[in-house]
C-alpha cells in the first residue's frame, strides 16, 4: 500500500469516526428515556401503588409522572446562596460572554466550511490559494475561541451550582438525558475540530481535500445539534412542555425539547450567530486593514473584510424575519408574554433594538456605497446614493418611532390615559413593518449595484431587465409603503397579517432581483479591475461599527428574551423568590449590556493576538497578474 | 425612446399583478380579508 493510499484510508477512516461520533449519543440515548419509563411504570406496578399520571401542561397529553415537582423555593442561603453581590449579575455575565464565544465559534466553522468550499470549486488557483488560507486562519482563530468558550462554560456551571442549586438541580433532574447527550457532543466536536484543523496541511488536495471539506460538514452538523440542545433548555425555561403543572416531568424526553420556541429559537439563533460571526470576523479585517503597513496587506484585508461583511449580512437580511416568527410564536403561546414584550414592561428596549438594527443596516449599506469606490465604472451610480439615504432615513424613522410613551403616574393623569394623543396613532406594527422592510429592500438595492459596479451586461435583453429591475423595485417600495399605510385604516386583527405580504415583497426583491441580476451579469463586460485595498478608512470603521452593533443587540435580545419570564424561573412552574426576582431598569439594563459588549471586545482583541502570533503569510503568488500591485480575486462576488 | 416606454408599461403591468397576488393571496391563507377596506 502506498503512502497516498495509506493517506486516504486514514483520512475515510478519520471522517467515518467523526460521523460515528456524531450518531454515538444519539444512539446511546435513544433506548435510555424509554427505558426509564417503562421501569418507572413497571415499578409502580410490581409495588401495587397506582400509577400517578398527569396532563402535558402544553402537549395536553396524558403521562405517567416520573419525576419530583419544581421545588418551590424561598429566599435564603439554602435555596439562593449568595455573595455581597446580587446574584443574578453575575449569572448574567457569565451567561452572556459564554454566549458571545459560543456564538463565535459555531459562526466561523461554518464561515470556515463556505470559504473552503469556494476555494475548492474555483478554477483560479491563485484565489484557491486564497480562500484555503483564508479558511485556515479563520479556524486557527476559532481554535483559541473554543478553549475559551469550555472554560466560560464550566464557569457558568458553577455559577449556577453555586448561586442558583435549587433551580439548577430542577433543571438538570428534567433535563438528565440531554445534559449527558450535550456532554458527549462537546466531546464529538472537540475532537472533530482537532483533526479538522490539524488534518489541514495533510488533506489539501484532490480526494483528500474533499474529505477534509466532509469534516467540515459533519464538524458543523454537530456544532449546531450542541446548540439546538442548549435552546431546548432556554425554550423550556420560557414555554414549559413535557411536565405537569406541578412540574414534574412525564416521561416524554422529546416533548420537553421541543417547546412551543424550540423551532423559532433554533431558526434565529443560527441566523443570529452567522451574522454575528461575520460581524466579529469583518471588525478583525477592519482592524488589520487600518493598522497593515504594506498595500498587499491592505487588499487582502480590504478583501476579508468584504467576504466576511457579506456572509454576515446575507445572515442579516433574513434575521428580522426570524425575529418576527419567534415574536409570533411568543403571542401564539401566551398572549400576555407577547404584550410584555412588545407593548408593555419591554417595549421600549425593543425601540433601542430597532434603533439598532438600522444602526446595522446603515452601516452595511454605508460600506457597499464606500466598496463601489474601489470599482472603475461604479460611478455612475453614485449620484443616485443620495435617494437610497432618504428611503434608509424615511424607513428607519417609522421603525423607530414608538407607540406608546414611558411616563409618570402624572404624566399618564394629565394625558388622561395610556394612549399619547399624537404618538398613539404612529408606530403600529404593520407601519413598522414598512420601515424595516423599506430598509433592507435598500440594501438589497445597494447590493445589486454593487454587483454590477464594475461591469456592463452584454445580453441582448439587457434594456428590458435594467427597465424591468427598475419598475420590480419602485412597485416593491410603493406596495411596502402602501401595506404599512393600509393598515392603519383596517382593524388590528387584520393589520396584523400585512407583515406577511410585506416580508415576501422584501424577499421577491431579493431572490428575484439577484437572480436576474446574476443572469444579465452572465459575461459582462469588465469596466476595471476591482482594486482591493484601495477603500476609505471610514468604511472599516463603519465595518467595526457593524460588529459593535451585533454584538450590543445580541445582549439586548437575550436580556429581553430572558426578562420576559419576570418572576419565573421556569414559566408559570417554577417562582423565583431570590431578591432579584424583578425587572431591572432600561438604563441599569443597557449599562450592563454595554459592561459584556466591552468585556467581550477586550478578550476577543487578545484572542485575535494569539491567533496572529503564528499567522502564516498571505502567499505571495496571488498577487501574480494583477495590475497594480493588489491581489484581486476577481469575480469573487 | 418607444421602446423603452414599451418595456416599461409591459414591466410595470407584470409587477403590479405579481404584487396585488401577493397581497391577496398571503392574506388570503391567514384567513384574512386584504380588501376588507373596499368591500366594507
Known amino acids: 500500500m502506498g503512502p497516498a493510499t495509506r493517506k486516504k484510508l486514514f483520512s475515510i477512516m478519520a471522517l467515518c469516526a467523526m460521523v460515528g461520533l456524531l450518531l454515538l449519543p444519539i444512539i446511546m440515548s435513544l433506548p435510555s428515556p424509554a427505558a426509564g419509563e417503562e421501569a418507572a411504570a413497571d415499578g409502580a406496578k410490581k409495588e401495587g401503588d397506582k400509577v400517578e399520571k398527569g396532563r402535558d401542561v402544553y402537549y395536553k397529553t396524558e403521562g405517567i409522572v416520573v419525576g419530583a415537582p419544581a421545588p418551590k423555593t424561598t429566599d435564603g442561603p439554602k435555596d439562593y446562596p449568595r455573595y455581597n453581590f446580587e446574584s443574578r449579575v453575575l449569572l448574567w455575565f457569565a451567561n452572556q460572554q459564554h454566549l458571545y464565544y459560543g456564538s463565535f465559534v459555531l459562526a466561523v466553522p461554518i464561515f470556515c466550511m463556505i470559504i473552503e468550499f469556494m476555494g475548492v470549486v474555483t478554477k483560479d488557483k491563485a484565489l484557491a490559494k486564497r480562500y484555503d488560507q483564508l479558511a485556515y486562519d479563520f479556524i486557527k482563530i476559532s481554535l483559541t475561541a473554543y478553549s475559551l468558550t469550555a472554560i466560560l462554560g464550566g464557569i457558568l456551571i458553577f455559577t449556577f451550582l453555586t448561586l442558583y442549586p435549587a433551580f439548577f438541580g430542577y433543571l438538570s433532574s428534567i433535563f438528565r438525558p440531554v445534559m449527558h447527550i450535550y456532554a458527549l457532543m462537546f466531546v464529538a466536536e472537540s475532537g472533530t475540530l482537532y483533526i479538522y484543523y490539524y488534518g489541514w496541511d495533510k488533506m489539501k488536495e484532490g480526494f483528500l481535500k474533499w474529505i477534509h471539506l466532509s469534516m467540515s460538514v459533519v464538524l458543523n452538523i454537530i456544532g449546531t445539534l450542541l446548540m439546538f440542545l442548549a435552546n431546548s433548555w432556554i425554550g423550556f425555561m420560557m414555554s414549559p412542555a413535557g411536565v405537569d403543572e406541578q412540574g414534574r416531568f412525564l416521561g416524554n424526553i422529546w416533548h420537553v425539547i421541543h417547546t412551543a420556541l424550540w423551532n423559532p429559537l433554533n431558526v434565529h439563533r443560527i441566523l443570529g450567530n452567522m451574522a454575528f460571526g461575520g460581524g466579529v470576523v469583518a471588525a478583525y479585517a477592519a482592524y488589520r486593514f487600518l493598522a497593515a503597513k504594506t498595500d498587499e496587506d491592505r487588499a487582502h484585508y480590504d478583501w476579508m473584510g468584504y467576504i466576511a461583511m457579506a456572509i454576515g449580512v446575507a445572515f442579516l437580511i433574513p434575521l428580522p424575519f426570524a425575529g418576527y416568527w419567534l415574536m409570533r410564536e411568543v403571542y401564539a403561546y401566551r398572549q400576555q408574554m407577547g404584550i410584555t414584550l412588545m407593548g408593555g414592561l419591554l417595549a421600549w428596549l425593543f425601540i433601542i433594538q430597532a434603533t439598532m438594527i438600522g444602526i446595522l443596516f446603515l452601516s452595511s449599506n454605508y460600506y457597499l456605497w464606500q466598496a463601489l469606490g474601489r470599482m472603475r465604472g461604479a460611478e455612475k451610480y453614485q449620484r443616485y446614493i443620495k435617494y437610497l439615504v432618504f428611503l434608509l432615513v424615511c424607513g428607519f424613522l417609522v421603525f423607530i418611532t414608538p407607540h406608546t410613551m414611558v411616563m409618570t403616574p402624572a404624566e399618564l393623569k394629565a394625558m388622561g390615559g395610556q394612549q399619547h394623543p399624537v404618538l398613539g396613532n404612529y408606530g403600529v406594527m404593520s407601519a413598522k413593518n414598512g420601515g424595516i422592510n423599506v430598509i433592507i429592500t435598500t440594501t438589497v438595492l445597494s447590493f445589486v449595484w454593487y454587483m454590477r459596479g464594475n461591469k456592463v451586461s452584454t445580453v441582448s435583453w439587457s434594456k428590458f431587465g435594467n427597465i424591468f429591475m427598475g419598475v420590480f423595485f419602485a412597485c416593491a417600495y410603493v406596495n411596502i409603503i402602501w401595506l404599512a399605510i393600509y393598515g392603519y385604516y383596517i382593524p388590528a386583527n387584520v393589520r396584523v397579517g400585512l407583515s406577511v405580504p410585506q416580508v415576501a415583497t422584501t424577499l421577491s426583491c431579493l431572490f428575484f432581483m439577484l437572480a436576474l441580476n446574476s443572469a444579465m451579469m452572465k459575461g459582462a463586460k469588465q469596466m476595471g479591475p476591482i482594486e482591493w485595498g484601495k477603500i476609505s478608512a471610514r468604511s472599516q470603521y463603519a465595518l467595526i461599527m457593524l460588529a459593535t452593533a451585533f454584538t450590543w443587540m445580541m445582549g439586548l435580545m437575550g436580556y429581553i428574551r430572558s426578562s420576559v419570564r419576570l418572576f419565573w424561573h421556569v414559566n408559570e412552574i417554577m417562582r423565583d423568590n431570590s431578591p432579584w426576582a424583578y425587572t431591572h431598569t432600561v438604563g441599569f439594563a443597557a449599562n450592563m449590556i454595554s459592561f459584556n459588549v466591552l468585556f467581550f471586545w477586550i478578550s476577543i482583541l487578545f484572542v485575535f493576538w494569539l491567533g496572529s502570533l503564528g499567522m502564516k503569510k498571505v502567499p505571495v503568488e496571488a498577487k501574480a497578474g494583477v495590475p497594480g500591485g493588489a491581489p484581486q480575486p476577481a469575480g469573487s462576488h | ?40
Open chain 2, 1 to 40: 425612446m418607444g421602446q423603452a416606454i414599451l418595456y416599461g408599461i409591459i414591466s410595470l403591468i407584470i409587477c403590479v399583478a405579481y404584487f396585488t397576488l401577493v397581497d391577496h393571496y398571503l392574506m388570503d391563507m391567514q384567513g384574512l380579508d386584504y380588501w376588507y377596506l373596499f368591500r366594507k
